[in-house]
């Protein structure tokens, strides 16, 4: 195999635990840094507390991914190739909400290597556990290795993102006609980056970006992600007469497909509504300000069962 080659056998490969603790800065600066107003994650004198956005997720799991030759478990992995990676999917499913104070460990495990046009996919899950051993967090996390090979492709078939079989039946669906333009802040990488507490050099370093070939930094996809979200739970409420007044987020699942800049507009489309008594799912899509898709698949579920 070349120097820029990946082995299938690595799937299977699992991450050392790691642990930590969620605390209420980084739940509402998270928030903040995506301006989102949400009462949910910023009023802590609301019954019950705040929450997280459902996004920390990512934040949570980012320092295995930052520094995933610490991790990994095999020292033959090609560790290099790792440079070559950029946030291809994200899949998330939450069993309960993400609060401060809760104590997780993470666990990962590499389920998939495939090869693809631009590169290889990695896709690696995470499983977060809280101190009694509940399950409140499944990631499924997929990386594009620019410019890297693999003898064959290869998966877990079990541990691959799916949604629960009374998520995805019986659902009554619509087609919607709503979307939202947002301004992307020249500033906004720089205080994603350090309120989300997501840090990578593209995001932040003009330098560094150009010498990997981009034109400028750019935003986060998750960051973008999380506009996408916050804007679409916050909108609902007009989409459903105030009938979500009361939800959880279980689901939320995307393929990241193009850039974004600073100081350029992004905008929202929700393309269907899907709904049943208990769940409701939004499908939407993410465009640059000349209508090249940055976010495509993206799919949001909800549930009224609280």
Same mark, same amino acid.
């Given at each position: 195999?070349?120097?820029?080659?990946?082995?299938?056998?690595?799937?299977?490969?699992?991450?050392?635990?790691?642990?930590?603790?969620?605390?209420?800065?980084?739940?509402?600066?998270? %928030? %903040?840094?995506?301006?989102?107003?949400?009462?949910?994650?910023?009023? !802590?004198?609301?019954?019950? +507390?705040?929450?997280?956005?459902?996004?920390?997720?990512?934040?949570?799991?980012?320092?295995?991914?930052?520094?995933?030759?610490?991790? @990994?478990? !095999? %020292?033959?992995?090609?560790?290099?190739?790792? &440079?070559?990676? =950029?946030?291809?999917?994200?899949?998330?499913?939450?069993?309960?909400?993400? &609060?401060? !104070? *809760?104590?997780?460990?993470?666990? /990962?495990?590499?389920?998939?290597?495939?090869?693809?046009?631009? /590169? =290889?996919?990695?896709?690696?899950?995470?499983? %977060?556990?809280?101190?009694?051993?509940?399950?409140?967090? @499944?990631?499924?996390? /997929?990386?594009?290795?620019?410019?890297?090979?693999?003898?064959?492709?290869?998966?877990?078939?079990? *541990?691959?993102?799916?949604?629960?079989?009374?998520?995805?039946?019986?659902?009554?669906?619509?087609?919607?006609?709503?979307?939202?333009?947002?301004?992307?802040?020249?500033?906004?990488?720089?205080?994603?980056?350090?309120? +989300?507490?997501?840090?990578?050099?593209?995001h932040t370093s003009k330098k560094f970006a150009r010498k990997v070939g981009l034109p400028d930094i750019i935003l986060h996809g998750s960051a973008t992600l999380a506009l996408a979200?916050?804007?679409?739970?916050?909108?609902?409420?007009?989409?459903?007469? !105030? =009938?979500?007044?009361?939800?959880?987020?279980?689901?939320?699942?995307?393929?990241?497909?193009?850039?974004?800049?600073?100081?350029?507009?992004? &905008?929202?489309?929700?393309?269907?509504?899907?709904?049943?008594e208990n769940l409701v799912k939004l499908d939407f899509e993410v465009l640059d300000q000349n209508d090249n898709l940055v976010i495509k698949n993206g799919s949001i579920g909800l549930?009224?069962?609280?």
């Amino acid at each position: 195999m070349s120097d820029l080659s990946v082995s299938a056998d690595f799937v299977g490969t699992k991450t050392r635990p790691y642990q930590c603790k969620v605390d209420w800065q980084h739940c509402m600066a998270y %928030a %903040a840094a995506t301006a989102d107003n949400n009462e949910r994650y910023l009023d !802590d004198e609301r019954e019950g +507390g705040i929450v997280a956005p459902p996004l920390l997720a990512i934040a949570l799991t980012w320092p295995i991914i930052q520094h995933l030759p610490n991790y @990994i478990e !095999d %020292a033959d992995f090609p560790f290099h190739v790792l &440079k070559q990676q =950029v946030h291809f999917t994200e899949h998330l499913h939450f069993f309960q909400p993400i &609060k401060p !104070d *809760m104590e997780l460990v993470i666990s /990962g495990q590499i389920v998939a290597i495939q090869q693809k046009k631009a /590169g =290889v996919y990695l896709l690696v899950r995470f499983e %977060a556990t809280n101190k009694s051993n509940q399950i409140v967090f @499944i990631e499924h996390i /997929g990386g594009l290795l620019r410019g890297v090979s693999c003898d064959q492709d290869r998966q877990i078939d079990n *541990m691959m993102p799916t949604m629960k079989r009374e998520e995805s039946e019986n659902l009554s669906s619509r087609n919607a006609n709503w979307q939202k333009k947002i301004y992307i802040e020249p500033f906004l990488p720089h205080i994603y980056d350090a309120c +989300g507490r997501i840090h990578f050099p593209i995001h932040t370093s003009k330098k560094f970006a150009r010498k990997v070939g981009l034109p400028d930094i750019i935003l986060h996809g998750s960051a973008t992600l999380a506009l996408a979200v916050k804007s679409l739970i916050n909108q609902s409420n007009e989409f459903f007469n !105030d =009938v979500l007044k009361h939800y959880e987020v279980i689901m939320i699942d995307c393929q990241f497909s193009g850039m974004v800049l600073p100081d350029t507009d992004i &905008k929202i489309k929700l393309n269907q509504i899907h709904q049943t008594e208990n769940l409701v799912k939004l499908d939407f899509e993410v465009l640059d300000q000349n209508d090249n898709l940055v976010i495509k698949n993206g799919s949001i579920g909800l549930s009224l069962n609280f």
